[in-house]
């Protein structure tokens, strides 16, 4: 049983200023739901600790209520709500850059901080840290490192985990650890927990500062752009990027239906109608990216563009990823509700799935957006619909199950960068067996036996109980 | 509740396309050489020519060519494991991404042999360009430092197999740049390495191949800044032959003739120093020391939920 939302202020208003613990339902609307829109939980109190001793006295408080950490709310798969009630614990106030160390590439960070942030501290010192979600103006590192998020340029340099050297972490049991730190080890501890820790979203227990890497910025980029009248060729354009010795930092699919979207927008760039488009980059050296810009340009030709454009203006690169990354925004003008699916497939079943996916929107009457990491796989196949129909919402379960079903048939997962959240908990079983699924409910026993750390999320299996 | 289904065992496979190869953990260099070579790929993080690969695993975590391709945990996508009852499980994909799920992959890849051992693995291919040139730049060492962090500093990082600093056996002081790149790409690459020879007053030399240096006796994990100072120490005071991978912030440290105890007098030195930074040392002669509390409780509940002994 839950105490109630008074009992909740009053309790945690001996440890927290009365102004950081949030208990009106007008305050609580805004932490009952992340990216995921329809589905909402609203929490019994927020709580806004204003450092890590903080956040610790914070939880030893809440012992035996449910805790759910969060930070910008950006998650698109359900992943920082009270979906078991209790309180969220909000990290904004924990923001500072602590240190950037450039000699050893690698930066100190609190949880709260945002991908903007960083990245603007980081610019004097000709540093980046490369994880690029789409949401980067307002997403924070702890959400990013807990739902091991990506991005656009994540096929060259790898997603959040890739970046990770250490994590100051507290657990349930009110201690606070380091698994790593600058120097990306185990630390004093004989296992790699911080192995665990990244993509744990938020199960195993509440990150407070971090350690990640930095890798110098790029001199120079050429960014391309193709279109294509089929998916057969798109695909065969897809397959040429992957294998080119230049090594594409990025390889990002949109479908006629994205490229529609960007040109109802203030963004339209006069792309053609009915056209599936590939936005491909290369970057490094200028002496080495110049000497292989005109073959990747040959690569997107012969998989029969007709229109390939490329150029190494850093406007028109801002403008051509502004564009792809406002997909999600647009869809708003579409339909009040919408649902995007994450899954990692083969690259060869590209066309195959993509099909799945047409069909079945079509079969539903429900309109799909596809955009896609297509250099990792990743698909976000964007279904929109009115959540206020209850038809329409099991339309779009049905489709959904079909797709993770197909999806695992040709050798691909459930999730590529948004985690499982609470969307995605339902189908955890056609991806591990038996064995294996008890190998990963054992992880939470570690450090979260009693699941009070967001529960009901990652595994139907995570409830808590007091 | 989820719909329960079978294990999902990898097959052996090689899809060219995507870039991935599924074959025992034991298969050696020209084995994975001539799989991935039939497709033009390559799989960069060999470190040994004899040694299987789960040998090489677990000497370390990091092969020179990690300076470009991240270490062994970023090429590796999944594997069959073998718990130590017998039960065979999947672990991780055959694509290159996911967050299905805990990172088990990750975790175990970093246990050696202490939770059950890897039965076959998926390795990440990268494409195989037909020049693989090695470097070496030699002068006065702290000439060569500045060298390498100049070079560190650049994107050219990222196209390097590996940057490396060279110290103690029978290395004099030497810096080694490995590349693998397309023919008409030599020059480019060349004309930046001479420039920094030439800034920092050093000779310049290359020889085909890309380096194997064998599976190391000691591995510290440190930060990059520290690095040099460490290869320094390690070679100066105790001898040792070091390869540094300057960009990893890893010391392989070779030690022939070494008993394991003397490896751990000398990791045992290092390792206040290492700790503080987040950084570690292991050894494939050196068998782990024992947790303390509270990492005991952890790893006790682990072995109960996966019934191991």
Redesign the interface.
Known sequence: MIPSSQYLRKHLRRTVPHSRVLTSPAQLTGYASDGLGYKSFLPDAVVIPADAEELIKVILALKGIPICMRGAGTSLSGGPVAAQGGVVIHTSRLRAIRRICPEGFWCEVECGVNLDQLDQALAPYGLCYPPDPSSGQVCTIGGNVASNAGGAHCFRYGVTGNYVLGVEVVLPDGTLHCFGGPAGGRGRWREDWKKLMVGSEGTLGAFTRFWLRLTPRAEKAWTFSATYASLEATERAVHGLVRHPAFPVAIELMDPRAVALVESSPMAMGLPENRFMIVTEIDGPADLVDLRAESVAEVLRSAGSTDVQFGDNPEDRKNLFRARKAIGGLLGQMSPDYVVQDAVIPKRALAEILRLIYDESDRAGLPVVTVMHAGDGNLHPNFVFDSGKPEELEKIEVISKKLMKQVIAVGGTLSGEHGIGNDKCDYMGMVFGPEALRLQLSVPMIFNPSHAFNPLKVFPERRFVP | ????????LFEPFI??????LCLPAGSDEAEIERLAGLH?LRFPLLHDRGAPLCDQVAASPFAPASSRF?PY??NITGMNWELPDG?R???G????????????L??LL??VGRYGRPVDYVLRL??A?EESQTFFLRGDPVLLREAA?GI????????FDSVDVLEGGEFSSLLRVAVN??A??CD?YL??LSGIAARHGLSLDQSPGLPMDGCPDLVI??????LPDIVQLLSGEYGAKCVGLC?C?VVHVFLPGQNPDSICRIAQALEPG???????WSSRHVM?????S??TE??G??KK??NLP
């Not at chain 2, 509740?1 to 999902?8: G, I, N, P």
């Not at chain 2, 899809?15 to 991935?20: E, P, Q, R």
């Not at chain 2, 290159?96 to 088990?104: A, H």
């Open positions: 509740m989820s719909v329960l289904t079978e294990e999902r899809d060219a396309t995507d870039g991935v033009g991240g945990c970023d039960r499980v999947r672990i994909e055959r694509v290159v991404k996911s967050t299905t799920g805990y990172d088990l990750r975790f970093g246990t990268r494409p360009c962090a560190l500093r650049t994107s050219w990082i990222h196209w790149c397309p008409e790409e480019a004309g930046f994990k440190t930060s990059p800044e520290v960009y912030g290492l700790h503080a930074v987040g950084g570690d782990p020391v024992n947790p303390d509270p990492e952890w790893i509940k682990l939920e996966w």
